[in-house]
């Protein structure tokens, strides 16, 4: 996935009410853009650090552009834009990139399932029957470690997905936990305990309902991002 326009670099002032975060331009412009992660950001941003953007023309857009990249205080890049994850995904599935899921003849975005009210990121349709496919961008990484967690707040509504896929897994169907880690410089993936150990729970007894986990790491540059290799999962 190329970023298209070309992202623009500048320099990170404050993010701040979720949603909005100024910044520097290279060439001095001050600017308010739309930060579009509803997480912490925790270890993801650094005041100061280089931010690429993507900038609208659109009239009807209340600020000029998009945070899409940031530096991490490891000196690693994040796509903080997690509304990139799934359209990423796809597009990796599309190219069978990613081989676990290989092989299906149909896919459906935003399919309602479950008994909570909730819709599956993909449904695969194969031959012999459908996986349903959550996706959850990846973007908190430490110092020390190439080991990246998820998530980076307590996430009650990612419980609930992991409550629905267990749901399939013991009716048969297959159920698929996949983290696309949006961070460079990362060789593995983990729950991140000490942030939502509801999570951490939700997670393993998921994989024990027969949940399967996935994980895949991108290679990000501010010209593209794509996913390129399989991450373990350290349970």
Not at 13 to 42: V, W
């Amino acid at each position: 996935m190329r970023f298209s326009p070309d992202l623009e670099l500048g320099r990170l002032i404050q993010r701040y009410k979720r949603f909005l975060a100024d910044i520097e331009t290279a060439s001095g412009e001050l600017l308010t853009i739309h930060c579009p992660n509803t997480g912490s950001m925790l270890n993801c941003m650094v005041p100061g650090g280089e931010v690429w953007f993507s900038r609208s023309n659109d009239p009807k857009r209340k600020l000029p552009g998009t945070w899409e990249i940031g530096e991490t205080p490891q000196g690693r890049l994040a796509c903080v834009n997690t509304g990139r994850a799934n359209p990423l995904v796809e597009e990796a599935l599309r190219a069978g990139v990613i081989h676990e899921l290989d092989g299906f003849t149909g896919l459906k975005r935003e399919v309602a399932y479950g008994q909570e009210n909730s819709r599956i990121d993909f449904r695969l349709d194969y031959p012999t029957g459908s996986a349903f496919v959550e996706v959850k961008s990846v973007t908190l990484g430490f110092d020390g470690t190439a080991v990246a967690a998820f998530p980076d707040a307590v996430t009650q509504r990612g419980a609930k997905h992991l409550r629905e896929l267990a749901v399939l897994a013991r009716e048969g169907v297959r159920a698929v936990q996949l983290y696309c880690v949006n961070l460079t410089g990362i060789e593995a993936v983990r729950p991140a305990e000490e942030i939502d150990p509801g999570y951490a729970a939700a997670l393993r007894e998921a994989v024990a309902a027969g949940v399967e986990v996935l994980a895949y790491g991108v290679s990000l540059t501010p010209q593209e991002i794509r996913v390129d290799r399989r991450l373990p999962v350290l349970l």
